[in-house]
C-alpha cells in the first residue's frame, strides 16, 4: 500500500525557516518523482517542487526558487522541504504527492498523496 506522511509544518515567523518530510512507503522509491504541492484556503492547488528521486533534478517555480530547497534521505525513504525564508503568502495546507519518472518532472499529474501538513507564516 503506497503511503505519504507529511511532517514539520507548525507556525514560523517570516523570514525564519522550515523544513517539511514526507516519509514514503509502499513503492520503489527511487523510481519516482516526489512532488510537494500546497493548497490556501480559497486557492487553488499550486506545485511549489519536483525531485527526482534517482537523479537528483529539482524543479522549482518562480514563486519560491531560492527561498525553497529539496533533498531526500534514500535510505529513509523520505523527501524533506526547507523553507527559508518564508513569506505571509506561503501560508498553506502543504501536501506531498508521488508519481513513477516519466521525464515530465510532476507536470502530468501525480498518483498518491499525503494528507498535508499546515505551515503558519507569521508576519
Keep these: 500500500e503506497v503511503q505519504l506522511v507529511e511532517s514539520g509544518g507548525g507556525v514560523v515567523q517570516a523570514g525564519g525557516s522550515l523544513r517539511l518530510s514526507c516519509a514514503a512507503s509502499g513503492f ?25 528521486i534517482r537523479d537528483g533534478t529539482t524543479d522549482y517555480p518562480p514563486s519560491v526558487e531560492g527561498r525553497f530547497t529539496l533533498s531526500s534521505d534514500t535510505a529513509e525513504n523520505t523527501v524533506y522541504l526547507r523553507m527559508e525564508n518564508p513569506k505571509p503568502e506561503d501560508t498553506a495546507r502543504y501536501f506531498c504527492a508521488e508519481v513513477e519518472a516519466d521525464g515530465n518532472m510532476c507536470r502530468q499529474g501525480m498518483d498518491y498523496w499525503g494528507k ?3 505551515v503558519t507564516v507569521s508576519s
Excluded: H, M
Design 116 to 118: 498535508g501538513t499546515l
Design 28 to 52: 520503489t522509491f527511487e523510481d519516482y518523482y516526489i512532488g510537494w504541492f500546497r493548497q490556501a484556503p480559497g486557492k487553488a492547488r499550486e506545485g511549489v517542487s519536483c525531485l527526482s
